[in-house]
């Protein structure tokens, strides 16, 4: 009983991620949005490519999984990239700064990988091992992207940085995304039996940021901007904004 309402709640969830999905590809295209973050629509388009081919092609549905799971990671990297780009677009010395940082966070996530094969406890029973192997790295590399996640979300939300609204949005359901995602498959290695659990709160978190998305995101997001950090004491924001802006200023005379 318990199992047929955990596949119920998986199979609600999956048509409304899939149709919430469906909508946001349809608003990029429509607001013309799309120019501005492809990256995105690929994204959400592997996603929604991944659903049709695992209920297509049941049989090999760890294979399409690992698959996914590659060009998803790939594409989140991307999404985030490009999120950095337009969120620091007023700083460009402070962008090209973390931008290149990244690139040492790609390969430190790829050494983590390999150090989480060599540390992951043994195959629990009943698992596929390729499937194993597949969440493992899985797990050690959105581990990673999540870290990296929050301090750039954590660096945003001390300094007031200027930004479309639209990317502020983005940056918030990335984040609810890749903190599911993480404690999902975290809860997947320590509690095998209880996956599909997990599964369902996963889903849960990516349907509603895509929800949220389809609704919010629009091309008067791109006009609007917010702002960061310390809105609430206006002396302490300004002070911090000449300090963001002589980071900046200082990143520009060192040079690339």
Not at 16 to 38: E, Q
Not at 70 to 83: F, N, P, Y
Not at 233 to 247: D, F
Request: aromatic share 12%.
């Amino acid at each position: 009983m318990v199992f047929d309402q955990v596949a119920f709640a998986v199979i609600v969830l999956w048509a409304l991620k899939v149709c919430a999905s469906l909508a946001l590809i349809g608003k990029l295209i429509w607001t013309r949005l799309i120019a501005v973050y492809p990256w995105l629509f690929l994204f959400v388009a592997a996603e929604i490519a991944e659903t049709i081919l695992r209920i297509g092609f049941h049989e090999q549905e760890v294979q399409i999984y690992r698959g996914a799971e590659i060009v998803r990671t790939v594409l989140a990297v991307a999404v985030l990239w490009e999120l950095v780009r337009l969120g620091f677009e007023g700083y460009s010395a402070l962008s090209a700064f973390i931008r290149k940082a990244s690139w040492y966070m790609i390969a430190g996530c790829v050494a983590f990988s390999f150090l989480n094969w060599a540390l992951d406890p043994g195959l629990p029973e009943g698992r596929s091992p390729v499937l194993h192997e597949t969440l493992a790295t899985v797990r050690a590399v959105t581990s990673g992207l999540f870290a990296y996640l929050l301090l750039l979300i954590a660096f945003m939300g001390w300094f007031p940085v200027r930004m479309r609204r639209n990317v502020a949005f983005l940056l918030v359901g990335l984040a609810a995304y890749f903190s599911a995602r993480w404690m999902a498959l975290l809860w997947s290695n320590l509690s095998p039996d209880n996956t599909s659990r997990m599964n369902v709160f996963e889903l849960a978190v990516v349907a509603v940021a895509a929800v949220s998305w389809a609704f919010l995101l629009n091309r008067e997001g791109e006009r609007t901007q917010t702002v960061t950090g310390h809105r609430w004491n206006p002396a302490e924001m300004a002070r911090l904004s000449r300090k963001l802006e002589a980071i900046n200023t200082g990143l520009v005379r060192m040079g690339p």
